[in-house]
């Protein structure tokens, strides 16, 4: 279980709180979805949950993370990265830089966890598996596309076998495939026990993913609930988040006084 | 050599062709095919979404419209003349690119230096340079952020600013590569709008989308590419019709729901909500858009 509780936090060198009063609970083989519009503070949020802020980039931190009990504060650097770990929207800010291969970059999580070269190869070959990346294990990880920067990045997440993952947009720059692969390799790794929580605007992977949902405003948690209930709340709009398709052609079908349950058959049926 | 301040007035009429593809052919160094014998001619005016799963080839494809890439073999033909005989410094008078990594493309210290350079480096100087940043920035919504370091944005921001310093050039092709990733659903609407602007001015806009509701409502023509080639290219009521799904399904490309739905309830190819309520026979009352 990741925790926090009463979380506020302010970069360092700023005099604002930019998260306020946070309190979030992922359960194991939880996923929780994270929605807001930009710069509302999901970012951050990220960081924060992750452990990275403040211990790796300062700032201050009122409240508490706790990660299977354990406070995050007493948490070695490595000893962090090994409870959880932290998928970035850009794939470039997340490549190492010193890998010549994508299979080496992969590889660098679990071997930066000390692992046997056994199981570093083994987990490697595994992340390549599952989000179908053996054609570009030779490549230089420079020299991806963006969509397959994300995808070599989430492989080295999942190479680490963590027990909680934070993910920043971790689709962003996917195309339907690579989302749908994404979505199948996440929810695999929930089913393991793995927790997870995913900023995301594609809501419409979240609606398929996510038990939970919370919606961030302005550094605070203002929607949290059931997914369905969430997405099917109108203050969605305001918040400058889309709606998943479903809930909104469900929504615009009442609003036109066209009866929804004629096109029901038809919207469960297109949406499989 | 002189560079003419761009036409952002004379636009030719539409019809004629502004960008052409004969048999382009792109390889990488170390082998990668990745543009693999594309015949594409796009007139000016177009709204023309490109679509296709990553590694298809389309962001290769682009580049050869402003001469970052120089074809292996075919040619580019920009505004009726061969790219090849042309500078990149001179192609970029006619065809605009935001990248679709913001950071690739962002240097200067400030927004406001960032959003001049592009203008500046082609002749825009005084009263028209002002003019022209201030109308980027107004655009994209960060006219408040002039004096702002650009890596103090957050990362949809950046791509914002990326767009501006591409709208700040007035070139009568603009090509945006994911304009709507990691935006929000203000952003994303936003970018429709700015679409739709440069279109009514006359304008050609290629876009780069892997949103099929984005490319479904904004773009009037839509071209898939699989494996270097073009496997389809027509309206977005053509291209998301039930009969083009298995092409799309080997792109691992998806039509928008409404497509879907439509299609189970036979009432034709509907590829935006619009058409499928108006297809329902649903009112098209004002539908609540958040900030238009």
């Known amino acids: 279980m990741l925790q926090l509780s009463g979380v506020s936090y302010r970069y360092a060198g700023y005099s604002n709180e930019v998260l306020h009063d946070i309190d979030l609970r992922l359960d194991d083989g939880e996923i929780v979805g994270l929605i807001g519009p930009n710069e509302a503070g999901k970012s951050t949020l990220c960081l924060v949950a992750s452990g990275l802020a403040p211990a790796s980039i300062g700032g201050s931190l009122r409240g508490s993370l706790t990660l299977d009990g354990v406070p995050a504060t007493g948490l070695a650097t490595h000893e962090l990265a090994e409870r959880v770990v932290v998928g970035f929207q850009n794939p470039n800010t997340q490549r190492s830089g010193i890998a010549a291969t994508v299979f080496e970059e992969i590889a660098l999580g679990p071997m930066n966890l000390g692992l046997p070269v056994d199981e570093t190869v083994e987990r490697t070959r595994e992340a390549v598996a599952r989000l179908r990346l053996g054609e570009l294990i030779r490549r230089d990880p420079q020299r991806l596309s963006g969509g397959q920067a994300q995808l070599v990045g989430i492989a080295s997440l999942l190479a680490m076998q963590p027990r909680h993952v934070i993910l920043d947009e971790p689709t962003a720059q996917l195309d339907p495939a690579g989302t749908r692969l994404v979505g199948e390799a996440l929810r695999s790794l929930a089913g393991s026990g793995t927790s997870l929580l995913i900023a995301e605007h594609k809501t419409d992977l979240l609606d398929g993913l996510c038990s939970r949902i919370l919606a961030i405003d302005s550094g605070r948690i203002v929607l949290d609930g059931p997914t369905a209930t969430v997405f099917d709340d109108p203050r969605l709009a305001a918040l400058g988040v889309e709606p998943p398709a479903r809930a909104r052609l469900v929504r615009a079908f009442r609003d036109r006084a066209i009866e929804v349950s004629v096109v029901e058959d038809a919207l469960a049926g297109a949406a499989s | ?292």
């Open chain 2, 1 to 292: 050599m002189t560079v003419s301040p761009p036409a952002t007035t004379s636009a030719p009429a539409a019809g004629h062709p502004v960008l052409t593809t004969e048999g382009l052919v792109h390889v990488y160094p170390g082998g990668t095919r990745a543009v693999d014998g594309v015949d594409l001619t796009i007139t000016t005016g177009e709204r023309v979404a490109i679509v296709g799963q990553n590694g298809s080839g389309k962001t290769t494809l682009v580049r050869h419209f402003n001469g970052l890439l120089r074809p292996t073999e075919g040619r580019v033909l920009v505004d009726g003349a061969d790219a090849a005989g042309q500078r990149v410094a001179h192609l970029a008078t006619t065809v605009g690119l935001a990248f679709q990594d913001p950071d690739r493309q962002i240097f200067a210290g400030k927004v406001r230096s960032e959003v001049a350079f592009g203008p500046r480096n082609i002749g825009l100087r005084g009263a028209a340079l002002e003019a022209a940043i201030t109308r980027a920035l107004a655009a994209t919504g960060l006219e408040g952020e002039a004096d702002t370091n650009p890596y103090d944005l957050g990362y949809s921001r950046r791509k914002l600013l990326a767009l501006a310093s591409i709208l700040a050039m007035g070139t009568p092709v603009v090509i945006l590569d994911e304009p709507t990733t990691g935006q929000d659903a203000r952003g994303v609407a936003r970018v429709q709008r700015i679409v739709a602007d440069l279109a009514a001015a006359g304008r050609t806009v290629i876009a780069i989308s892997h949103d099929m509701r984005f490319v479904a409502e904004g773009f009037e023509r839509v071209v898939v590419m699989r494996d270097g080639r073009i496997v389809l290219d027509g309206s977005p009521a053509e291209a998301f019709a039930e009969a083009a799904w298995p092409t799309l399904a080997s792109t691992f490309l998806e039509p928008p729901l409404a497509a879907r739905i439509g299609a189970r309830l036979g009432v034709g190819s509907t590829p935006t909500d619009e058409s499928l309520l108006a297809a329902l026979g649903g009112t098209l009352a004002a539908p609540a858009d958040t900030d238009t």
